[in-house]
T-cell receptor, first 112, second 114 residues
Framework: DAKTTQPPSMDCAEGRAANLPCNHS???????VYWYRQIHSQGPQYIIH???NNETNEMASLIITEDRKSSTLILPHATLRDTAVYYC?????????????FGQGTELSVKP | ETGVTQTPRHLVMGMTNKKSLKCEQH?????MYWYKQSAKKPLELMFV???????ENNSVPSRFSPECPNSSHLFLHLHTLQPEDSALYLC?????????????FGPGTRLLVL
């Protein structure tokens, strides 16, 4: 599975968009980008995933660059409850076996 | 996400005790997982069950014993634990082992071993 690089921490003002970057320059053609988050002392929560095209759901949007070497998770209107550690994971979908590798992630602090 | 529940939420036990953690998923999934998360460390996958069969044991000490009586329930039996086993224990489920990238986690059990 491709290695990912994320900034260790970011701040965002409440109500503003939070843009969380992830670099995955060694991603291969059949690897997807997955995002999870973990609010303090809770279990991780799946957010979104994508392969090439941009994706949007009720939680967030995922923008993947054309060369697929980086992506950005966008929380359009961050709230205090979005304060969490956000993990970017790259993996081949449907590849039975192996495991999700939760690295250090980005600790997002949403401030009033 | 309330699809995966875990009990108890907090547990304090002595090193000679025997206790069990319970996980239940209401999502109709067929794969279930136990993870350990120690302070300031990444999640560690412990066990994987797929259609009630254990498919993975990631070198977990025998003082941790999993049980999966059916696809909706997963237990982690604990005995003669060590203080370093204190951690957040998380249960997760996915549609099956193949579609494991989208996992749904429970809230975890915070375990303290004295």
């Amino acid at each position: 599975d491709a290695k990912t690089t994320q900034p260790p921490s970011m701040d965002c003002a409440e109500g503003r968009a939070a843009n969380l970057p992830c670099n995955h320059s060694t991603i291969s053609g059949n690897e997807y980008v997955y995002w999870y988050r973990q609010i303090h002392s809770q279990g991780p929560q799946y957010i979104i995933h994508g392969l090439k095209n941009n994706e949007t759901n009720e939680m967030a949007s995922l923008i993947i660059t054309e060369d697929r070497k980086s992506s950005t998770l966008i929380l359009p209107h961050a709230t205090l409850r979005d304060t969490a550690v956000y993990y970017c994971i790259v993996r081949v979908a449907g590849n039975q076996g192996g495991k999700l590798i939760f690295g250090q992630g980005t600790e997002l602090s949403v401030k009033p | 996400e309330t699809g995966v529940t875990q009990t108890p939420r907090h547990l304090v036990m002595g090193m000679t005790n025997k206790k069990s953690l319970k996980c239940e998923q209401h999502l109709g999934h067929n794969a279930m997982y136990w993870y350990k998360q120690s302070a300031k460390k990444p999640l560690e996958l412990m066990f994987v069950y797929n259609f009630k069969e254990q498919t993975e044991n990631n070198s977990v000490p025998s003082r941790f014993s999993p049980e999966c009586p059916n696809s909706s329930h997963l237990f982690l039996h604990l005995h003669t634990l060590q203080p370093e086993d204190s951690a957040l224990y998380l249960c997760a489920s996915s549609q099956d082992r193949v579609r494991m990238e989208t996992q749904y986690f429970g809230p975890g059990t915070r375990l303290l071993v004295l």
